[in-house]
């Protein structure tokens, strides 16, 4: 198979960024980007990044990406891996690359010891609903996330 999954280094910023508008674009959420070159730079690839990335490509031309980091879970008394972002160029969708992607990263959980490999998905994008779900992926419809972000996180960090 022409797959290759790859750690992404410090010459992919800019293709992650790319791949990280392509996504945003298709999120319906570009106007969230706020990010630069030099941004994911800084927060990737820093010496004291906990963030990672890995590139796939796929006949040696890079297709897609994903940026996961380790959490931790109190109750399992493990840590765990967070899949942030998951991207696969349109036209190379159906080639296999994500769900490759998916499985590197299983891999690396399990070698990890990790007792959970955990993402979120938009309750609109049914077809990556439908394909989590063909691989015994399963939503955790109990839990309601929460965020602070902008002007809300900064007030409330002063308060």
């Not at 938009?122 to 972000?149: H, K, M, V």
């Amino acid at each position: 198979m022409p797959l290759h999954i790859r750690p992404a280094t410090v010459a992919d910023a800019a293709l992650i960024l790319s791949f990280i508008t392509d996504l945003a674009i298709y999120e319906k959420a570009e106007h969230e980007v706020k990010t630069d070159v030099a941004g994911i730079e800084a927060s990737l690839f820093s010496p004291d990044s906990r963030t990672h990335a890995l590139i796939c490509e796929y006949a040696g031309q890079p297709i897609g990406y994903a940026v996961y980091f380790f959490n931790y879970s109190t109750w399992l008394g493990k840590h765990g891996l967070f899949l942030e972002d998951l991207y696969i160029t349109p036209e190379k969708r159906g080639v296999g690359a994500g769900k490759a992607l998916l499985r590197h990263l299983a891999q690396l959980a399990v070698g990890k010891g990790c007792g959970r490999f955990e993402w979120a998905v938009l309750d609109w994008n049914q077809p990556a609903i439908d394909f989590y779900q063909s691989f015994g992926a399963c939503p955790q419809d109990e839990w309601t996330t929460y965020r602070l972000t902008g002007q809300a996180l900064l007030d409330f960090a002063r308060s």
